[in-house]
């Protein structure tokens, strides 16, 4: 798989980076390589040792537990400029989940053990995985909050609406990996996928819904609209 290292004067460009402090920059850039993904690609599996840790540069990534019968959860569903995969930082952890990308991606990666040692160097970059930690932990609560209170319609509307990209109004995502977002069926899902389209809010087509009524769409998240 093909590798290539990382400019220091690029790293400014994304989030994560763009935190620190040039110096911190100037002395983390030699220690990430870059590196191409294909699409539904796995990036890491279950238990496997922790060797790296992750940035995506491009595309998406989506981290999953897996649970009885086959059935799946996204813990997570990175995109540009996010990190993943800082659990290694616990000298003893051992992944339970796998990571897999959902479309063509490219990744930053360095080894476990030299950003820990940065991380005990550089105050600046701990706090940079600090802040990345809290984002996802407020994520991570607002989702069961929302499993725990929320019909499947309005978890769809609020994924749906998170993951749109902007430009276009399209979620590039299968109804199999919204699925996994809400914890509902991929049939359910499905099936309100359908309603909401012949309401003139969303229109479907392979791997990807364009959402034509955003307003709309945002007063189903916010419970305005049932």
């Excluded at 590196?35 to 990534?61: H, L, M, N, S």
């Excluded at 999953?64 to 000298?91: D, I, K, Q, T, Y």
């Excluded at 309005?154 to 749906?160: I, N, Q, S, V």
Aim: a positive charge; proline letters at 5%; aromatic letters at 8%.
């Amino acid at each position: 798989m093909p590798t290539r290292t990382v400019e220091a004067a690029r790293l400014a460009e994304y989030p994560f980076f763009a935190r620190l402090e040039p110096a911190t920059r100037e002395r983390v850039a030699p220690l990430l390589v870059s590196r191409e993904y294909a699409k539904r690609q796995i990036v890491y599996f279950p238990d496997e040792t922790c060797d790296y840790v992750y940035w995506v540069i491009r595309g998406r990534v989506r981290v999953v537990r897996s649970g009885p019968e086959g059935r799946e959860v996204n813990v997570a569903l990175v995109g540009p400029g996010e990190l993943f995969g800082e659990s290694a930082l616990e000298e003893s952890y051992r992944r339970g989940e796998y990571a897999e990308t959902v479309e063509i991606a490219t990744l930053m990666l360095m080894r476990v053990e030299e950003f820990r040692k940065l991380c005990r160097l550089f105050p600046d970059l701990a706090f940079a995985v600090a802040s990345e930690t809290g984002r996802k932990l407020r994520r991570a609560w607002d989702s069961l909050a929302e499993v725990s209170f929320w019909p499947v319609r309005r978890r769809l509307a609020a994924a749906l609406e998170r993951h749109m990209d902007p430009r276009g109004q399209v979620v590039r995502l299968t109804h199999l990996d919204l699925g996994r977002l809400v914890m509902a069926a991929r049939e359910t899902v499905s099936a309100h996928l359908l309603r909401l389209e012949q309401a003139g809010i969303l229109e479907l087509s392979h791997r990807s819904v364009r959402v034509r009524d955003p307003g709309r769409l945002h007063r189903l998240v916010t419970g305005e609209e049932p």
